[in-house]
């Protein structure tokens, strides 16, 4: 055995020598996430989540079997925000996420899970002509009797994130009528409220 084939042995068995072969870095878990009220907004979910989200974005999908209701006063915006229930022949359309894995306890603060406002749900969705199942979502837990009205800074940020993520045209305008009915419902009562105080 010649000494450079001795050399060349001892030299690729060191501890010292740099190996081409390294391990393969094990992907980031992640998860998919339904998305029907302010956080389709990648902007408003980036102030909770602490990063950009617009690239965790898969795109607009559809729940089948449901329909959007504001069925949760929110005491942080003081104001009705969304909830989804069953419902056939309906259906919801929203913004499709895959978000990693270590996002996913933020998001549930952000949803008020710990405090029972909302709770984890999963779902089977479409997006651009593929199911996607086991999708996360979010309802509320402990729903009110009837609909409650979002403020005008819920309305904008829902309104934004629907049309930002490409949310179907007719279904933005059936969004935007939703809320501003409920809207103008609700100062009705208020100044027929006032009235009868007034006439009191």
Not at 36 to 46: A, E, I, N, R, W
Not at 67 to 87: A, E, K, Q, T, W
């Amino acid at each position: 055995m010649s000494f450079q084939f001795e050399q060349q042995i001892q030299t690729s068995h060191s501890p010292n020598h740099s190996s081409h072969w390294q391990p393969a870095a094990l992907p980031e878990q992640s998860f998919y996430y339904f998305a029907y009220g302010s956080c389709m907004c990648p902007v408003d979910l980036k102030r909770t989540l602490g990063e950009n989200t617009y690239p965790y974005v898969i795109g607009s999908a559809t729940l089948k079997d449901y329909r959007l209701g504001f069925y949760r006063r929110s005491l942080h915006r003081n104001c009705g925000v969304l909830d989804i229930i069953p419902f056939s022949n309906s259906y919801v359309e929203g913004v499709l996420y895959n978000l990693p894995w270590r996002l996913s306890e933020l998001l549930d603060e952000r949803e008020e899970v710990p405090r029972n406002g909302y709770r984890q749900e999963y779902v089977d969705v479409t997006s651009r002509g593929k199911i996607y199942q086991k999708v996360r979502t979010y309802v509320v837990v402990d729903k009110l009797p009837q609909e409650l009205a979002p403020n005008d800074w819920y309305f904008q940020v829902v309104l934004r994130g629907a049309l930002t993520c490409g949310l179907s045209e007719e279904y933005c305008w059936q969004l935007f009528n939703h809320m501003y009915q409920l809207q103008q419902q609700q100062k009705s009562y208020l100044r027929q409220n006032s009235l009868n105080l007034t006439h009191n």
